[in-house]
């Protein structure tokens, strides 16, 4: 199970508070699959995510636009994949529910996202603020 450390601070303390919860709700989510997961818990992850998905990417982009971000366009292109992967999880689990290859199908995705998303895509903006603010203003 992979955990936020300050490595992952992209230096933004809204983005990176954010980030941190996603990590805190991933940990509860694959703690309830291995305890049995119940409804309540996969519906608060559903909730969860699409809130994330929303505010989270919102508040990043914003983020990115404003200092310039070279490579906006391909991050743009990773959250919206990551609406699409949510958007068709959300349908299977409310026809299937609670199957395990679906529970798995979700935790997947999720660690799949904290590992390339979070601790690449995101991470390089980190490395973008950092090196703009060491750079003398013109
Ligand atoms: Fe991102
Ligand atoms: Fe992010």
Known sequence: ??????????????????????????ARFDAAVRAGVQGKEVRELFDFLSRYASEHFEAEERIMREAGYPRLASHVLE??????????????????????????????????????????????????LRSRSSQPRQ
């Open 1 to 26: 199970m992979l955990s936020w450390d300050p490595s992952l601070a992209i230096g933004v303390p809204e983005i990176d508070e954010q980030h941190r919860s996603l990590f805190d709700q991933a």
């Open 79 to 128: 959250h919206a994949e990551f609406r699409r992967r949510l958007a068709t999880l959300l349908p299977h689990w409310e026809s299937e529910g609670d199957s395990t290859a679906l529970l798995m199908a979700v935790s997947g995705f999720l660690m799949r996202w904290l590992r390339e998303h979070i601790a690449a895509s995101d991470r390089a903006i980190g490395d973008h």
